[in-house]
């Protein structure tokens, strides 16, 4: 039985029609409870990050003014999240939530989170509504621990996962592949190990042959990781708020079965985050965030 990992603590309050779902969380596990899929999974709470900890990926000044409510006026418009004791709580649980996923995937060979892909998360600043970047604090605590020796993080939110790639790019322990949107946020590119760019309007089949020619291409080079990180964003929604593709969700489902089968059936551990997915109706949003829980059932 895989793992999923989830607190109550994840929802965000939130001002009436600010752009992040506060509370696509919640409604996600509920989401999967009424679809009789929760009782198919394993389910774990996290415990909040030591700073110490954290302080391996994040700078222990913003770990700091992210605990204690001391950000600057600038440092909160660039994260796009006023600060509350409830986001400094939930985002502390957050991000030890991957860690704790990863954790469980390396026992059982697949977990997932119900939440995460905080990936533009930056070494001393948040941005893009991510606090901390929870990426890359697991493959760093897992490598360094030696969990691990290798990980590989696949990203397939709509946006770069530029936060991540900057934090890791003098780590050859960890190989960074963003999947993203070419004319989309942030608007300065970082540069991961492998980025592939996707054109705006793109739909399902030239998505899924893009996904298929990078795993291709990703053998073919000899990345083969002790650990695969799946932030599965479905932000490529083509009815996203912040999106500028065209998928489906039968699209977003032969995405998530493609990459998990791809590493599954090369008996790889793959954890999933829910990365980003924006919308008016949270319902819906949470929906789509479902897609993935299917789709790693499949694979159990």
């Not at 913003?62 to 709580?89: K, P």
Request: hydrophobic share 40%; aromatic share 8%.
């Amino acid at each position: 039985m895989p793992s999923l990992v989830f607190h109550p603590n994840y929802d965000i309050p939130l001002p009436d029609g600010h752009r992040f779902p506060a509370t696509k969380f919640s409604r996600l596990m509920a989401n999967l409870d009424k679809n009789g899929l929760l009782d198919r999974f394993d389910i774990h709470q996290p415990e909040p990050a030591m700073a110490r900890d954290l302080a391996i990926t994040q700078h222990p000044d913003y770990i700091d003014a992210i605990a204690n409510g001391t950000l600057a006026a600038e440092q909160i418009r660039v994260l796009g999240l006023n600060w509350s004791e409830v986001l400094a709580r939930r985002s502390f649980l957050a991000v030890n939530g991957t860690l704790l996923a990863a954790r469980h995937a390396l026992l059982t060979g697949l977990a997932c989170h119900a939440a995460g892909g905080t990936h533009h998360a930056h070494y001393d600043y948040g941005a893009g509504f991510c606090v901390f970047n929870d990426l890359a604090y697991a493959a760093t605590s897992l490598c360094n621990e030696g969990a691990v020796k290798s990980v590989l993080i696949i990203d397939c939110d709509v946006h770069q996962g530029d936060g991540t790639a900057r934090i890791l790019e003098n780590d050859d322990r960890v190989f960074t592949c963003s999947m993203h949107c070419r004319t989309n946020y942030p608007a300065r590119k970082a540069t991961s190990n492998l980025d592939v760019e996707i054109e705006k309007g793109t739909s399902d089949d030239g998505y899924i042959t893009i996904v298929r020619d990078t795993l291709a291409h990703l053998d073919e080079t000899g990345v083969r990781p002790d650990l695969v990180l799946y932030d599965a964003g479905v932000d490529v929604h083509a009815n996203d708020r912040l999106g500028y593709l065209e998928m489906t969700n039968d699209g977003i489902m032969a995405r998530d079965k493609a990459i998990i089968g791809h590493f599954r059936e090369r008996d790889i551990p793959v954890v999933t985050v829910i990365g980003g997915g924006y919308g008016t109706d949270q319902d819906e949003v949470a929906a789509r965030h479902s897609i993935v829980f299917s789709a790693a059932l499949a694979f159990a």
